[in-house]
């Protein structure tokens, strides 16, 4: 059976607090640094399922540092280092309280509201007559409200501006950065014959009030990619696509009868299907990257973390 890293007891010299979120553990530290620890917890449907998936905190870990580093001269980013496979170590940021979601194909939380009837989502219209994968005529961004408990919210770029969520100056700044980092994500997945379906990026401001791009930049978790071969072919004759994300563990939660919604409760997750699940966090690396995965030792993943943190800091 693998090990699992569901959380971390750690203490530094010059920590000021620890932060729990749903797959991450944040120390801030008095220098303006945080370390970011990904954990193999994973999240659907804003709820925290209750097994561990073998290697997804490294998978996660490692897609994102390549990605923040392949990204920078679009945006500055947090990252300073990665001394551990599931670590990164940047910069104290004011993050703003809102994910910019841009999507290009009609997929996921869109495709269901689309069906529900709804030709407007963020403020944004769709036209009719759109199959569930097609590609949207142009990509459309449609902001989602952070919540640290609960769901988070569709929201309007009308009404993040008009409820001084966000400033509209600040607001324009990142809806260029998010086509921006989207046409290079788009372009990334591309050459590794993939389709970059939608995403979500993050952002903050340093201490001294530069934007920088933080949490995670196109892993599987914030990012739904299609396979490109037979994708035409696929939409054609109507046959789901073939894709790498984590909306296949949604699909198989809705099968189980959970979506998140009150009353209903999380079905068991077997080692198996855990395994599984790692296998495809695994493949999605592999693709993405254009290299094989090695496996970090998990006999004691914290022990790991703390002895190579310990060397950094």
């Not at 104290?92 to 979601?101: H, S």
């Not at 640290?148 to 919210?153: A, L």
């Not at 600040?170 to 590794?192: C, M, P, V």
């Not at 994300?245 to 099968?255: A, H, N, T």
Request: glycine letters at 6%; proline letters at 4%; one cysteine or more.
């Amino acid at each position: 059976m693998n090990k699992t890293l569901l959380s971390t007891d750690l203490k530094f010299k010059n920590q000021i607090s620890k932060y729990s979120g749903k797959v991450r553990e944040i120390y801030k530290l008095e220098n303006d640094k945080l370390i970011m620890i990904s954990t193999d917890k994973i999240s659907a449907f804003d709820f925290v399922l209750p097994k561990g998936i073998p290697y997804k905190g490294q998978v996660l870990n490692q897609i994102a540092s390549r990605m923040m580093s392949l990204t920078s001269d679009i945006v500055p980013n947090w990252i300073l280092n990665s001394p551990d496979p599931n670590v990164s170590i940047g910069l104290n940021c004011n993050p703003f309280k809102i994910e910019m979601v841009i999507r290009g194909y009609l997929a996921g939380h869109a495709a269901r509201e689309y069906f529900k009837g709804k030709r407007s989502i963020c403020g944004v219209k769709l036209p009719d007559g759109l199959k569930e994968n097609d590609k949207l005529p142009f990509p459309i961004i449609t902001p989602a409200t952070k919540a640290d408990q609960g769901h988070d919210e569709d929201i309007s770029k009308e009404d993040i501006i008009n409820k001084s969520i966000i400033s509209e100056s600040d607001y324009r700044i990142l809806e260029d950065f998010t086509y921006k980092l989207f046409e290079r994500g788009t372009k990334l997945a591309s050459n590794q014959n993939l389709i970059l379906v939608d995403t979500k990026y993050e952002f903050g401001k340093t201490i001294d009030g530069r934007i920088v791009l933080i949490d995670e930049v196109h892993t599987p978790d914030s990012s739904r990619y299609f396979y490109e071969e037979g994708y035409k072919e696929r939409q054609k004759n109507q046959i789901p696509q073939k894709q790498l994300s984590k909306e296949f563990v949604r699909e198989w939660l809705i099968l189980n009868n959970f979506q998140g919604l009150e009353g209903q409760t999380i079905p068991e997750i077997s080692y198996e299907y855990a395994n599984q699940v790692s296998d495809r966090y695994i493949e999605l690396y592999e693709i993405i990257m254009g290299e094989p995965f090695v496996k970090e030792n998990t006999n004691d993943i914290e022990g790991r973390i703390r002895n190579n943190l310990s060397a950094y800091l």
